[in-house]
C-alpha cells in the first residue's frame, strides 16, 4: 500500500510542476468532469487523501471550501501541510489494520460500515481517477501530460 501512496506523491508533486508553466486563468477555468478546473482538481486530491486518513484516525475533517485556496502555491502549501500526518499514517500502516471497520455516520441518520483497507484502496484509486482527468484536460491544452506510469520510478527495490 505504502508504495502506491508515493507513486501518487510523486505523479501529484510533478504534477505541480506541470502547472508551474500555465496560465493561471487556465488552472483555474472550470472544465467538463471532475471537481472543477485543473487546480481545483489538484485540491481536492489532497483534500479527500487527508480527509480520510483524519477520518480513520478519529480526528475532525477538513471542511475547507477551495476558494480559500486557489492559487498554485496554496494548494501546494495545504498539501504540504497535510503530507507529514498522511505519511506517519501509510508508514505506520500494517495489515491487521486492513478489517478494521469505520463507522461512517451519513446526512440522512444512517450509519455505514467500511472496513479501513477498504478506505485506503478507495483513496488510492481516488486520486488515480483524477490523475486521469489532469491528463486529458492537458491534451486540450495541447500540452503532454505527466506520465503516469509507474515502472521505472524506482519505487520497487529490485533484488540482484
Known amino acids: 500500500m505504502e508504495m502506491l501512496f508515493k507513486y501518487n506523491w510523486m505523479v501529484r508533486e510533478e504534477w505541480y510542476r ?15 468532469g471532475g471537481v472543477g478546473g485543473i487546480l481545483h482538481t489538484l485540491f481536492h486530491i489532497a483534500d479527500v487523501e487527508w480527509s480520510w486518513i483524519r477520518i480513520l ?17 496554496r494548494v501546494r502549501e495545504l498539501d504540504t501541510s497535510f503530507r ?14 486492513e478489517n478494521k471497520l469505520l463507522h461512517l455516520p451519513q446526512r440522512d441518520g444512517r450509519v455505514e460500515l467500511f ?5 485506503m484502496h ?6 488515480i481517477h483524477h490523475i486521469g482527468q489532469l491528463s486529458v484536460w492537458s491534451r486540450e491544452l495541447g500540452r503532454k501530460p ?6 521505472g520510478r524506482g519505487l520497487v527495490t529490485q533484488e540482484k
Open 146 to 151: 505527466v506520465s503516469a506510469n509507474l515502472i
Open 115 to 119: 472496513t479501513w483497507g477498504e478506505v
Open 57 to 73: 484516525q478519529g480526528k475532525p475533517d477538513f471542511i475547507e471550501k477551495f476558494e480559500s485556496y486557489n492559487s498554485l502555491q
Open 122 to 127: 478507495h483513496t488510492l484509486a481516488h486520486e
Open 84 to 97: 507529514p500526518e498522511v505519511q506517519q499514517f501509510v508508514t505506520d500502516w500494517d495489515s491487521n489494520m
Open 18 to 32: 506541470w502547472c508551474e508553466g500555465v496560465e493561471e486563468s487556465e488552472l483555474l477555468k472550470e472544465r467538463t
